[in-house]
């Protein structure tokens, strides 16, 4: 059975959501499922605006072949090549054999890579081109790295509608909602939306910026990305996320814990700081465990923070692998801009400071506090730790 919902009198949501799935990308969990959007639009000509991957193949296309009725399906805009949107092009081109594919030229090389018929139905287009489908007429954006390289954007002038690929897209399944009026997105989204961005295009910072000059010239009424809600209202909430996320901006003032600890000395020490910090009114504080923690949460989290105080125990005389995991993860996710403080552990001989603090000083801007907090297997004292707290409570201040 059909599971589609109107967007507009012209275009209508065929996606669907996925809630089997453990691992986007088969990395990053996803407890609370996902969607993939796609679109139809009925107009002299019948257009797909991406397609889905192949874990919704079914709904998707009983979904497709349910709003084009006796039409045959024209032309397939295809913003994104990653198999999440295109791994059903194959499937689509069998049962539309004379459907036309919009894309940029990147894109009908990865076609080619994938092995997709398309070599003679591809309309390659550019920057500003347009394509008229009789009432509506689009023209595209390049948005490349938003989250691929071949990646593009779709504008309906004639409506005012984004097809915005990846970019403004959030892990989650829809529960039946497909709008952001229609659920408590501070409350309910921003998270998810938060852990996708920053592990999916976090690493592209100055494309997005680049997208979100280009949008800004656009009169949107719309944004349909490819994944989760759609947008139409209260743009300048997300934007503001936007802006942050992809200048490396914390969201918050607000200092995030994360230790690693193999039997509890560290994560005591990681407890005191924690509170040492909230007697000195400093409140907005967290604590992970790097151990039990999946990274793209402590990524998430490291996008919102302005402090990260890491916690550590030396390991074969390195990081604990759990931190250099995830150290690793916020070089490779271009993280910037925060203050990090170190507490270092070690029963042989205590390591970790010096190669956390190396690994953190090759990243950009990013301003380690000079005095570490070093113990001996336990915290024996409170003099650095209060020394610490000091100086954190006070930086935050400024
Ligand atoms: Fe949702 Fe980059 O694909």
């Not at 045959?72 to 092009?89: C, F, G, K, S």
């Not at 592990?199 to 949107?220: E, M, R, T």
């Not at 209202?233 to 600890?261: C, G, H, I, N, R």
Request: overall charge negative; charged content about 25%.
């Amino acid at each position: 059975m059909h599971c589609v919902r109107k967007v507009t009198d012209d275009l209508t949501w065929v996606g669907a959501s996925d809630r089997r799935l453990a691992l986007f990308e088969n990395i990053h969990p996803i407890p609370e499922g996902v969607s993939y959007n796609s679109y139809v639009l009925m107009d002299q000509q019948t257009v797909l605006f991406d397609a889905a991957d192949w874990s919704v193949g079914p709904q998707f296309l009983e979904n497709v072949a349910f709003v084009l009725g006796d039409r045959p399906l024209d032309v397939m805009v295809i913003n994104h090549m990653e198999p999440d949107h295109a791994a059903t092009l194959g499937e689509l081109i069998l049962r539309y054999p004379d459907v036309k594919i919009i894309c940029t030229a990147k894109a009908a090389m990865f076609m080619q890579q994938y092995e997709f018929d398309t070599a003679d139905r591809v309309d390659i287009v550019k920057e500003g081109d347009t394509r008229c489908f009789g009432k509506h007429t689009v023209t595209f954006v390049i948005a490349p790295m938003v989250h691929w390289p071949e990646v593009m954007v779709t504008y309906d002038v004639t409506d005012g509608i984004l097809f915005s690929a990846d970019a403004f897209g959030s892990f989650k399944a829809l529960d039946g909602k497909l709008f952001n009026d229609e659920v408590d997105y501070d409350r309910n989204w921003i998270d998810e939306n938060r852990r996708y961005y920053t592990n999916i295009v976090g690493k592209y910072g100055p494309q997005v910026q680049k997208l979100l000059g280009k949008a800004s010239g656009l009169d949107i009424k719309m944004i349909c990305p490819v994944h989760g809600l759609i947008w139409r209202s209260d743009f300048a909430y997300l934007l503001d996320k936007y802006q942050k996320w992809s200048t490396y901006e914390p969201e918050e003032q607000a200092v995030m814990v994360a230790y690693a600890s193999m039997y509890g000395h560290t994560e005591s020490a990681a407890n005191i700081i924690a509170q040492k910090l909230v007697e000195r009114g400093v409140t907005n504080v967290v604590m992970y465990d790097v151990s039990k923690t999946d990274k793209s949460q402590l990524i998430s989290e490291t996008f919102r923070v302005s402090h990260v105080i890491l916690a550590s125990v030396t390991y074969n005389l390195g990081i604990f692998p759990p931190m250099h995991d995830f150290l690793m993860d916020m070089k490779a996710l271009n993280l910037q801009n925060r203050t990090v403080a170190l507490i270092e552990n070690g029963t042989w001989a205590c390591k970790v400071g010096a190669l956390m603090r190396k690994e953190l000083e090759s990243m950009k801007k990013m301003n380690v506090l000079e005095a570490d907090v070093t113990m001996t297997s336990t915290l024996k004292n409170e003099t650095e730790m209060d020394a610490l707290a000091d100086t954190i409570a006070a930086d935050m201040k400024k």
